[in-house]
């Protein structure tokens, strides 16, 4: 029996994922023998690198098409022009048009599968600078790379592109900001997440995934339970399920 797929598609936030508290291991932990969460997550990358990725991790006519995936990218697209990581700047009309692409693309190779965007969460400057000096010393970077104001207009457009389209979304960057001192509760180095900025990913995905009715505790298990195997008879329950 082949387990359903739920895909995480994104940037490096995505990739981490899978660390120790991380949101894409709870995630797998949660739909054990359910689902098989896979992670495709890429640090560095932009929606416009991601568009060269879709045919080659969604193929179309594929006949196991994953049942749901998330796509959380922003991130990279919001840097600044004009400073240090300006390579990776996308405007913010054209990385809007690069979400549409991908949502495009995945009905194509299921219109019932779930889509789920995600905004980037929000970017504390002093824990930037912070991390930069870190690793740079007095070359660090003078100038911030990203700022919160602008994430959160690329922030703005992915959830308003998910209305448009009929999506569910996460807003990250809003519901971070909701607690107090969020710069350093969810925010490693000013980006990148803490496990408790993780658990709010997880909370937030899972709730988003059982408002769709993809709850874990609704999915049938791959193989049976170990409870549901006669220890005098283990086939009996192998031939019901699996044959």
């Known amino acids: 029996m082949m387990r359903p797929q739920i895909v995480l598609f994104g940037d490096s936030i995505t990739a981490q994922s899978f660390r120790s508290s991380g949101w894409g291991s709870a995630l797998a932990d949660a739909y054990s023998r359910k689902a098989d969460v896979v992670v495709r997550g890429y640090g560095g990358y932009n929606t416009r690198w991601a568009l060269f990725l879709l045919h080659h991790i969604f193929p179309l006519g594929s006949l196991t098409p994953p049942v749901a995936t998330t796509i959380f990218f922003g991130a990279n697209d919001a840097a600044l022009k004009g400073r240090t990581s300006d390579r990776q700047h996308v405007p913010v009309e054209e990385y809007t048009d690069n979400v549409r692409k991908m949502v495009q693309h995945l009905k194509k190779c299921s219109p ?9 969460p929000p970017i504390d400057k002093a824990g930037r600078q912070s991390y930069a000096e870190s690793i740079y010393g007095e070359k660090a970077m003078k100038e911030p790379e990203r700022t919160n104001e602008t994430t959160g207009i690329y922030a703005q457009h992915c959830v308003a592109l998910a209305e448009e389209l009929g999506l569910r979304s996460i807003n990250l960057w809003s519901k ?15 980006l990148h997440l803490t496990p408790e900025g993780n658990k709010v990913v997880y909370e937030e995905v899972s709730r988003v995934f059982r408002e769709a009715w993809l709850s874990p505790e609704e999915m049938p298990f791959d193989f049976p339970h170990h409870s549901q195997i006669d220890g005098d008879n283990p086939s009996k329950a192998f031939q019901e399920r699996c044959l």
């Not at 019932?112 to 980037?120: A, E, K, Q, R």
């Not at 971070?176 to 000013?190: C, H, I, P, R, V």
């Open 112 to 120: 019932t599968m779930l889509i789920v965007l995600v905004t980037p």
């Open 176 to 190: 971070m900001q909701e607690t107090n001192d969020w710069q350093k509760k969810y925010l490693s180095d000013g």
